[in-house]
């Protein structure tokens, strides 16, 4: 079975700064890896997506995120935060050689200091 | 690319009343669906997913049922509605031919049980 564990429920950046949300998994396999980003009152869109291949993954809107095995961490960043990146976010593992659900994480609400 | 409708966008019940959410894909053919449900301050918990017509497995045991009469149609149903059942609910799908657990997810739907 697998889990995920998102660190931190809110995270403040002023705008300009970087971008860091912290993100553990626990996987029987070797999983793959995900970051969903919802903005409000709105359906999920993928970030990006790790399944076995490079470590570090570049996703759209300029966040990246670097699979960590021996820390078994997959946190997501962008070097500079921009008013639209506002949401809440949401870290997702799944096992590759399982049924293809996905275990979601409970979100990290990023708010942006103008 | 595929695109996913759902519809109401938003709905306020009565408890005790019956329900039917909407769920329909374009864009693709014989595609995995599911449902979700995003409770206030919460994750999302996968409710049902779907490899075929008339095939529906159930993730928790719940007041809700799920229904597929088309390829590309997915009903989330209850016959009497309750209070806890409040929240967004989310379809997604996994298209052929994408990774296998890359799922996309539709705009929701947000219910409100009174």
């Known amino acids: 079975a697998q889990s995920v564990t998102q660190l931190d429920s809110h995270v403040s950046v002023s705008e300009g700064t970087p971008v860091l949300l912290r993100c553990n998994y626990s996987?029987?396999?070797?999983?793959?890896l995900f970051w969903y980003v919802q903005h409000p009152n709105k359906g999920l869109q993928l970030l990006l997506k790790?399944?076995?291949?490079?470590?570090l993954v570049k996703g759209i809107n300029g966040f990246e995120a670097e699979f960590k095995k021996s820390e078994t961490s997959f946190h997501l960043t962008k070097p500079s935060a921009h008013m639209s990146d506002a949401a809440e976010y949401f870290c997702?593992?799944?096992?590759?050689?399982?049924?293809?659900?996905?275990?979601f994480g409970t979100g990290t609400r990023l708010t942006i200091i103008p | 690319s595929q695109t996913i409708h759902q519809w109401p966008a938003t709905l306020v019940q009565p408890v005790g009343s019956p329900l039917s959410l909407e769920c329909t894909v374009e864009?693709?053919?014989?595609?995995?669906l599911y449902w979700y449900r995003q409770a206030a301050g919460r994750g999302l918990q996968l409710l049902f997913y779907?490899?075929?017509?008339?095939?529906i497995s159930s993730e928790v045991p719940q007041n809700l049922s799920a229904s597929r009469p088309q390829d590309r149609q997915f009903i989330l149903s209850s016959k009497k509605l309750l209070l806890s059942d409040s929240g967004f609910y989310l379809c997604?799908?996994?298209?052929?031919?994408?990774?296998?657990?890359?799922?996309?997810f539709g705009p929701g739907t947000r219910l409100l049980v009174l």
């Open positions: 996987s029987s396999y070797s999983p793959s």
């Open positions: 864009g693709t053919s014989n595609p995995n």
């Open positions: 790790y399944t076995s291949a490079a470590t």
């Open positions: 997702v593992v799944t096992d590759p050689f399982g049924n293809e659900k996905l275990t």
């Open positions: 779907s490899v075929g017509i008339g095939q």
């Open positions: 997604a799908c996994n298209p052929v031919g994408e990774y296998q657990e890359t799922q996309y």
